[in-house]
C-alpha cells in the first residue's frame, strides 16, 4: 500500500485590522486559502452569541469577554514596550 503525506499549514495573525488565518498546503509557499475578520466582527460575533432576539441576556458573559480583551489589550501594551 502506498503511503502519501501531504503537510498543511494554518497561520494565524493578529494585527491592526484583525485576525488573519491563511491556510498552506505541502511546500508551497502560495497561500492556499486566506481569512480575514476585522476586529470589530470578531467582537460583534462573541457578543451576539449572548443575546437573543437582539437582547443581551447574560451581562456578566459579556463583562467576562470585556474583561479578556481589557488583559489582551495591557499585554500588548507592555510587549511593545518590552521590545522598543
Known amino acids: 500500500m502506498k503511503t502519501a503525506t501531504l503537510e498543511i ?4 495573525w493578529l494585527d ?3 485576525l488573519n488565518i491563511t ?10 486559502r486566506e481569512l480575514e475578520f476585522t476586529l470589530a466582527e ?3 460575533k462573541e457578543i451576539e452569541s449572548h443575546t437573543v432576539a437582539g437582547v443581551l441576556v447574560d451581562t456578566e458573559e459579556a463583562k467576562q469577554f470585556i474583561r479578556s480583551l481589557r488583559r489582551a489589550f ?3 501594551e507592555k510587549r511593545v514596550k518590552e521590545l522598543s
Open 23 to 32: 491556510l498552506f498546503f505541502g511546500d508551497s509557499d502560495a497561500v492556499e
Open 74 to 76: 495591557k499585554y500588548a
Open 16 to 18: 491592526e485590522g484583525g
Open 9 to 12: 499549514d494554518v497561520s494565524p
Open 42 to 44: 470578531l467582537i460583534d
